[in-house]
């Protein structure tokens, strides 16, 4: 019974064959050149950005160290101020116009530590041959932030609230026990949206 099939011939192959292969030769070689056409896509395309995230890294990108620094330090205290006003005013029974201008007294004094500091740490950050800022890093950078600032901010506490020296450090050191989490994720939170600054990228 035949099932459409020809004994296969050991003679020339006829035209109509021949075609065949040809066509189907065509057609692969068609699809090998049309592979080697296609183009890579363009660098144009990138992620979508949203239109605030954009903002930030243009504003980041004309930011001198100066500025940066500025910035983030006023940052910094803004997020203080809210915190620690209300906290002196129950701790201590004092009026909350009393405390939150202690707060903002303080939160001066910080400000000012807050752009030495990072002045100094960064100079000695860029002399490190590991760039980066590794968690044990940001670890350091807090600590010393918090304790040069204890020794500036006690004094004026006692004053101001009337107190011992004892128990302005006593509620300094509860202060610091917030602020020490408080410096270490706003650090990370402030370079993961402005970027890192120059002294902890790596020399290109």
Same mark, same amino acid.
Do not use: D
């Given at each position: 019974? #035949?099932?459409?099939?020809?004994?296969?011939?050991?003679?020339?192959?006829?035209?109509?064959? /021949? %075609?065949?292969?040809?066509?189907?030769?065509?057609? @692969?070689? %068609?699809?090998?050149?049309?592979?080697?056409?296609?183009?890579?896509? #363009?660098? =144009?395309?990138?992620?979508?950005?949203?239109?605030?995230?954009?903002?930030?890294?243009?504003?980041?990108?004309?930011?001198?160290?100066?500025?940066?620094?500025?910035? /983030?330090?006023?940052?910094? !205290?803004? $997020?203080?101020?809210?915190?620690?006003?209300?906290?002196?005013? *129950? %701790? @201590?029974?004092?009026?909350?116009?009393?405390?939150?201008?202690?707060?903002?007294?303080?939160?001066?004094?910080?400000?000012? &530590? =807050?752009?030495?500091? =990072?002045?100094? @740490?960064?100079? &000695?950050e860029s002399e490190q041959v590991v760039?980066?800022?590794?968690f044990a890093r940001r670890l350091a950078?807090?600590?010393?932030? !918090? $304790?040069?600032?204890? *020794?500036?901010?006690?004094?004026?506490?006692?004053?101001?609230? !009337?107190?011992? @020296?004892?128990?302005? *450090?006593?509620? =300094?050191?509860?202060?610091?026990?917030?602020?020490?989490?408080?410096?270490?994720?706003?650090?990370?939170a402030f370079d993961k949206v402005f970027?890192?600054? /120059? #002294? %902890?990228?790596?020399?290109?």
């Open positions: 019974m #035949s099932c459409g099939l020809t004994p296969r011939s050991s003679g020339a192959p006829t035209a109509g064959h /021949q %075609a065949q292969v040809g066509g189907t030769l065509y057609i @692969f070689t %068609a699809l090998g050149l049309a592979s080697c056409r296609r183009r890579p896509l #363009s660098s =144009n395309v990138r992620p979508h950005v949203s239109p605030q995230r954009a903002l930030l890294r243009s504003v980041y990108g004309y930011m001198s160290p100066t500025t940066r620094r500025v910035l /983030q330090a006023v940052l910094y !205290e803004v $997020g203080a101020i809210a915190f620690v006003g209300p906290v002196l005013g *129950f %701790a @201590f029974g004092k009026p909350a116009t009393s405390t939150f201008l202690l707060a903002v007294i303080l939160s001066t004094i910080a400000l000012c &530590w =807050n752009y030495v500091f =990072n002045a100094l @740490f960064e100079r &000695w760039k980066g800022r590794s950078h807090g600590a010393g932030f !918090e $304790g040069g600032l204890t *020794f500036l901010l006690v004094p004026v506490m006692a004053l101001w609230l !009337e107190t011992t @020296f004892l128990a302005a *450090f006593l509620a =300094n050191l509860g202060l610091l026990a917030f602020f020490f989490v408080y410096a270490i994720g706003y650090t990370w970027g890192l600054p /120059q #002294s %902890a990228l790596s020399a290109r």
